[in-house]
């Protein structure tokens, strides 16, 4: 695992379009904000629809991995992006980055020219399931909305965000929801418990299409989607019951991401020997999220999956945690 001293990547992102805009000098000089990763405590998903997408009933529940936004004002308007922390090597540093994009979305939506230099500290593992490229969207327009004070409403950047992908408004809804369609349509769900994760990271990511291409190879016709059979799990989150809903951990997406990353059935054998109370392939993969009893039973279980070699590295983390927010 790289420090985020070794680990870090630089670029510089222009636009040449309308006239440098200096902020009021009311404005704060730089901001920062945060957005949590999620697991997916239920992912169940339906076969292709007319539009080319695949329906879903995803139960979220956000995680205290973090993504960290600072925001600092320009007197041009620029967006100049850095990158800092494990993984940063991987993330791509252009126009294709979620964070260039939620901050274009925003001068789209508002007419505003403003720039900012934007610094991801990164803290979600990369291309593992559990939407730290969402976070990263996430943070940036609830920082950039703040550092331009555009005074847009919670509604305005939830409608924003889902235009840059399905996760991100979740990533700003935070808590524990359930989410409809292509996964942004939320609903709050009663979470009455705390719960103790260890999220296993495997060296190398499953690419998200790739994993939903296997899933329509191994499922053509796809599956029928039924609210009901997620009942049980929101009785036991309105109850606290880490036990139970151990027991009803689902995801329609392990099935492919086990048939194209084979080596995380000896992870997942591994945390369940460790007295696991659930176990499961976050989002598409390739991270395994482990429920613990407690907080030592989850250092445990990261320190046995270390000690085991079945992982990479591992971390723990708590949910729910709120979604994207100032600091």
Not at 38 to 54: A, C, I, M, Q
Request: charged content about 15%; hydrophobic content about 45%; aromatic content about 4%.
């Amino acid at each position: 695992m790289n420090t985020p001293q070794d680990d870090a990547a630089f670029t510089h992102l222009d636009r040449t379009q309308g006239n440098p805009s200096e902020l009021s000098r009311h404005s704060p000089a730089t901001v920062t904000a945060r957005a949590p990763g999620k697991v997916n405590l239920s992912l169940r998903v339906g076969g292709l629809d007319e539009s080319g997408y695949h329906p879903l009933i995803n139960v979220f529940q956000a995680v205290s991995a973090w993504e960290e936004i600072v925001a600092s004002a320009r007197r041009d308007d620029n967006i100049v992006l850095t990158v800092q922390g494990p993984g940063a090597r991987f993330v791509p540093l252009n126009e294709t980055n979620l964070v260039a994009k939620a901050a274009r979305a925003l001068q789209k939506h508002t007419g505003t020219h403003f720039g900012a230099s934007i610094h991801i500290n990164k803290g979600v593992p990369v291309a593992g399931g559990m939407a730290g490229g969402s976070a990263d969207a996430a943070a940036t327009l609830v920082a950039l909305n703040a550092l331009w004070r555009l005074d847009l409403s919670e509604t305005d950047l939830m409608t924003i965000g889902a235009t840059l992908g399905a996760d991100v408004p979740f990533s700003l809804f935070g808590g524990t929801a359930v989410g409809y369609g292509r996964g942004d349509e939320l609903v709050r769900i009663t979470d009455a418990g705390t719960y103790h994760w260890v999220f296993a990271l495997r060296a190398k990511g499953l690419s998200t299409p790739a994993v939903f291409s296997r899933f329509d190879e191994l499922t053509p016709q796809g599956a029928a989607l039924n609210e009901c059979d997620n009942e049980r799990l929101y009785a036991a989150l309105a109850a606290g019951d880490a036990t139970s809903l151990g027991k009803l951990l689902h995801n329609d997406l392990q099935i492919p991401a086990l048939d194209m990353a084979p080596d995380l059935r000896q992870t997942i054998e591994t945390a369940h020997d460790c007295g696991a109370l659930g176990v499961l392939v976050s989002g598409s993969g390739p991270t395994i999220a482990v429920l613990a009893r407690d907080a030592e039973h989850a250092v445990t279980v990261r320190n046995e999956l270390l000690n085991a070699q079945v992982c990479q590295d591992a971390l723990v983390a708590q949910g729910s945690v709120p979604g994207a927010h100032l600091v």
